[in-house]
């Protein structure tokens, strides 16, 4: 009975990009057409005679990519979602603030 082998490949470090932008970047466009198109429904007008929902949901994504693009030159891996959580989180700026949400302390005397 002959063993059947399959190649794996070793170079885990590769980044699977679609357009230059990584999975996450690719949501968060269609996270920001979303966005847009519900933003659209509530504007009943026009540009140059096309609703502003459909100029909203397709433009508005299409003209971010190269926006994302060079916002991410140069950047290491998941810079994105590193850059929006650093930006959502609170921050601490002292190391010897007292902490608001420590109940007791860490050292007892």
């Known amino acids: 009975m002959a063993l059947d082998i399959t190649p794996i490949y070793r170079n885990l ?13 690719l949501f968060a466009i269609l996270g920001l057409a979303v966005v847009m198109n519900l933003v659209g429904r ?8 096309l609703p502003v929902s459909m100029v909203l949901q397709y433009f508005v994504p299409i003209f971010s990519v190269p926006g994302l693009i060079v916002f991410k030159y140069g950047k290491q891996r ?29 050292l007892k005397h």
């Open 42 to 49: 509530f504007l009943n007008r026009e540009i140059f005679g």
């Open 78 to 106: 998941g810079y994105l979602l590193d850059w929006i959580l650093f930006h959502t989180k609170p921050h601490v700026y002292c190391g010897l603030e007292r902490d608001s949400e420590l109940a007791s302390e860490y």
């Open 13 to 25: 470090r590769t980044r699977v990009t679609f357009f230059g932008l990584e999975a996450e970047d």
